[in-house]
């Protein structure tokens, strides 16, 4: 029976879960039978949100109510408030509200001296590892939460007590053996009106393509976007020192190969640098 003609008190075959669309387990293959299958077998097969079958038994049937495949597309969920400071050696950048066990954790900073970053605590490098412009130091660090998180802060040490900044994005349905495929930046040392990520091309299908701006200058900012069509993620900015914001944008990279598109933020002032980061985010 085709998973469309079963009605939503049904019980699942083997033969019904493998034309019902849903994504395999690592190392799990396509089985056909009548035989229905009971929740211990359906969870070890197939990518399936766990809670919508916590009523049943481990031997019980479950019905096609309950079969809800598990989100494989990595997506942007939230991005924390930016954390200042001007006068301390200890930045607190404050986590999302909310943060589950197993979401992927962007924090982005910049310090005002070109060394002296300690990596926070249970983070590692990312991507760009460390790179200075114009004297300021630039770090992108990562982590998967263990969803004790939500509400607090992240400490970053840095060696002196000139102004620094940063931010955490938070994404979740990342694979947590390869996080991230493809990334590339860019340094602008001097702007005087435009800043761009080109995007990178996906690794693997439905990544997905996330571009990131630190910059320090004018708090005056306007996203355009490019084709394929980006969606601006959030940000923010702070008051210490002369003006410092970041911004993300994100896109879905539904098949292999494909590219995502230049985005690119213009601003008011004269004076603007920092960089541009692009970097491809795996599916669980």
């Keep these: 029976m085709a998973w469309n003609d079963l009605a939503s008190n049904q019980m699942v075959s083997f033969t019904d879960a493998q034309g019902g669309g849903f994504t395999l387990n690592a190392g799990q293959v396509g089985v056909t039978s009548s ?24 031997n ?15 997506s942007f969920i939230s991005a924390g408030g930016i954390g200042a400071s001007s006068t301390e050696t200890t ?29 926070p605590t249970g983070f590692s490098n990312a991507g760009i ?26 400490a970053v040490t840095t ?24 990334t590339n930046y860019t340094d602008y040392t001097t702007l005087t009106s435009l800043m761009t990520g080109n995007g990178v091309a996906s690794t693997i299908s439905n990544s997905l393509g996330v571009t990131l701006w630190m910059y320090q200058g004018s708090l005056s900012v306007n996203l355009s976007s490019g084709f394929p069509p ?16 970041v911004l993300s944008a994100y896109q879905e990279l539904p098949t ?11 601003f008011s002032s004269s004076t603007t640098y920092g960089k541009v980061i692009n970097i491809v985010l795996r599916p669980v």
């Design 230 to 245: 980006w969606v601006y993620a959030g940000g923010g900015a702070t008051t210490a020192g002369t003006g410092h914001t």
């Design 60 to 74: 019980q049937l479950v019905p096609k109510s309950s079969w809800v495949a598990l989100s494989t597309t990595p």
């Design 91 to 119: 930045l607190n950048v404050p986590y999302p509200s909310t943060v589950n066990s197993g979401d992927f954790i962007l924090l982005l900073v910049i310090y005002e001296t070109l060394t002296g970053i300690t990596v």
């Design 129 to 154: 590892g460390s790179t200075n412009i114009n004297s300021q130091s630039y770090r992108m660090y990562y982590k998967f939460a263990n969803g004790t998180e939500g509400g607090t802060t992240v």
């Design 159 to 182: 060696a002196s007590a000139t102004v620094k900044y940063g931010i955490i994005m938070q994404y979740r349905n990342v694979n947590t053996g390869t996080p991230y495929g493809s």
């Design 35 to 58: 035989q229905c299958m009971d929740k211990t077998a359906a969870l070890a097969k197939y990518k399936l949100v766990t809670s919508n079958m916590s009523s049943y038994a481990s």
């Design 256 to 266: 292999v190969g494909s590219t995502g598109g230049s985005v690119a933020v213009s």
